[in-house]
């Protein structure tokens, strides 16, 4: 005997079955500001999300290009670089989320998707090819002074403003990752030789 099909779930009376089809909905207008009581004005706050949302941006396009750069790596410090370029990815992999964090918890919104990052970062775009190795430690470098002077003008205004947390995270993260990485970059460019002739 033949077993019979088994029988369809009644969307409207089953409750394991899953809604998928649903109307899309903002909740909060990017822009805006929550109300949350976190002892801080909503001047300070609006000035601090708009300030970290542009870090935020530019944040995840350098750890992007520390990707990009850690996979197109080449010559004869390909192992050493492809290394140290991808510690330094998972470090900024790490400041992209507590930035985004903090901005949500000033009650804005974060930027997350890849066409307004491209958007707004002042970063210039790298091209597709594969570039030399001074060429992707110099556009590194460059990205880093953008983001470091950011944060330097950023924690200046959020101290002003009262908003101790959002200075805290500028200085002890953001400028206290970037500037080491910064000289590990900067040292490959040095222009010493790895083996000096007999005199």
């Known amino acids: 005997m033949a077993k019979k099909p088994p029988k369809a779930s009644n969307a409207s009376t089953d409750e394991a079955q899953p809604r998928y ?8 207008p990017y822009g805006t500001l929550k109300d949350l ?5 909503d001047n300070a ?9 542009q870090i935020l941006v530019d944040t995840i396009t350098l750890r992007d290009m520390y990707k990009k750069h850690h996979w197109q790596m080449s010559g004869a410090t390909f192992y050493q670089l492809h ?11 790490d ?3 507590m930035i985004a964090e903090r901005i949500m918890a000033l009650g804005g919104i974060s930027i997350a998707m890849a066409p307004d990052v491209a958007e707004m970062t002042r970063i210039p775009r790298p091209p597709k090819g594969r570039e030399d190795v001074p060429s992707q430690l110099a556009r590194l470098l460059e990205a880093h002074e953008i983001i470091l002077r950011q944060a330097h003008e950023g924690a200046e205004a959020a101290d002003e403003s009262g908003d101790d947390g959002t200075n805290d995270l500028l200085v002890s993260n ?26």
Not at 21 to 28: G, M, S
């Open 21 to 28: 089809a649903v109307n899309y909905r903002e909740i909060q």
């Open 37 to 41: 009581p976190i002892a801080l004005e």
């Open 45 to 53: 706050r609006a000035q601090s999300v708009e300030i970290l949302n």
């Open 83 to 93: 290394l140290l370029l991808d510690k330094h990815f998972e470090e900024q992999s």
């Open 95 to 97: 400041l992209v989320d």
């Open 174 to 199: 953001i400028i206290r990752t970037g500037e080491p990485q910064v000289w590990f970059l900067a040292e490959h460019l040095a222009a010493t030789e790895l083996v000096r002739p007999n005199a």
